[in-house]
């Protein structure tokens, strides 16, 4: 007999003299009571992250409205372009950069 | 299979009857594999439980009731793996205690014949639980799922989620650790007779 047999039925012997266990009269209840305990958490934890998103999503709208309150309607009325269409200085001042391209007077052309 | 199809497809449905009728059929059977993988008697009931909530949480994800129980032996060995981390980390030792259990068990047997064959149990017990300590973890649980628990190659591959070939490198790299660990013990057992 090989060593490799011997560890087979070495194997199979101790499968004989390993027989399942009989589970206790309090496997059944025990294992309904971890059910149920476990089954509570979970419930409690899906409570407690329903308060979360539900805190979460207050506190966004609450911001949210602050923020549109604090803006001040007097400080920014019109938009860029309204307002350079409606100043006057502003074409004024595009010449005026324009002006300062030109060659003083004193100066010679070649 | 020990259960039909159509019990599981109602567990799956959330009937507790048909899920305590699953248990009924299989916790024996897990109870005797968690037992030979951890080695702890006193642990084997809370982690068979712990196999069979995990199995009530999650048996919605079942596929097929025909993959049913490599997929419970799946969780049974992922349940024995996380109890033997834990183990680990506490740094208890575990087949020093059973065999002390064993011992005391064998002599609580009042008849001499059943104490004479308990022991004799109890040897092989002691020996292959020898071996087993000397090959890793996971050589340890496939040595145990394939040769004592007899399971197929097909089973374990559904449990391992490998294919055949990767499966039967590793089960030929298990058996030849333990086959040394046998040699090495039978040397040893032979030395210790020689000495006496």
């Given at each position: 007999m090989s060593e490799e047999d011997r560890l087979a039925e070495l194997f199979r012997i101790y499968r004989e003299a390993c027989p399942d266990p009989e589970p206790g009269p309090d496997f059944m209840p025990g294992l309904w009571a971890k059910v149920?305990?476990?089954r509570r958490s979970a419930r409690?934890?899906?409570?407690?992250?329903e308060a979360f998103v539900a805190t979460a999503m207050a506190l966004t709208l609450a911001l949210a409205v602050y923020s549109f309150r604090q803006v001040d309607p007097g400080l920014h009325p019109f938009s860029y372009v309204e307002g350079a269409e409606n100043d006057e200085?502003?074409?004024?001042?595009a010449y005026e950069e324009l002006a300062h391209l030109e060659p003083p007077p004193n100066q010679e052309l070649r | 299979m020990r259960i039909d199809p159509e019990t599981i497809e109602r567990a799956r449905k959330g009937d507790d009857v048909a899920f305590s009728a699953i248990v009924q059929a299989y916790r024996k059977r897990i109870l005797g594999a968690i037992a030979r993988i951890i080695g702890r008697p006193e642990?084997?009931?809370?982690?068979a439980q712990e196999v069979f909530v995990r199995l009530y949480f999650s048996l919605d994800q079942l596929r097929t009731p025909e993959v049913f129980e490599p997929w419970l032996?799946?969780?049974?060995?992922?349940?024995?793996?996380?109890?033997?981390?834990?183990?680990?980390?506490?740094?208890?030792?575990?087949?020093?205690?059973?065999s002390e259990q064993q011992i005391v068990a064998a002599d609580a047997v009042a008849s001499r014949d059943a104490a004479w064959e308990e022991s004799r149990r109890a040897g092989y017990r002691e020996q292959v639980q020898a071996l087993l300590q000397e090959v890793s973890e996971e050589d340890r649980i496939l040595l145990i799922l394939k040769e004592v628990e007899g399971l197929s190659l097909k089973e374990l591959e559904k449990i391992y989620r490998v294919n055949e070939n990767a499966l039967k490198v590793r089960l030929f790299r298990a058996r030849q650790r333990a086959l040394r660990a046998f040699e090495k013990s039978q040397a040893a057992r032979r030395a210790g007779t020689a000495a006496c």
């Open positions: 149920e305990a476990r409690t934890l899906w409570r407690w992250t200085n502003f074409e004024t001042f | 642990d084997v009931e809370d982690v032996y799946r969780l049974t060995v992922n349940a024995a793996y996380d109890y033997l981390r834990k183990q680990r980390r506490r740094g208890e030792s575990r087949m020093a205690d059973l």
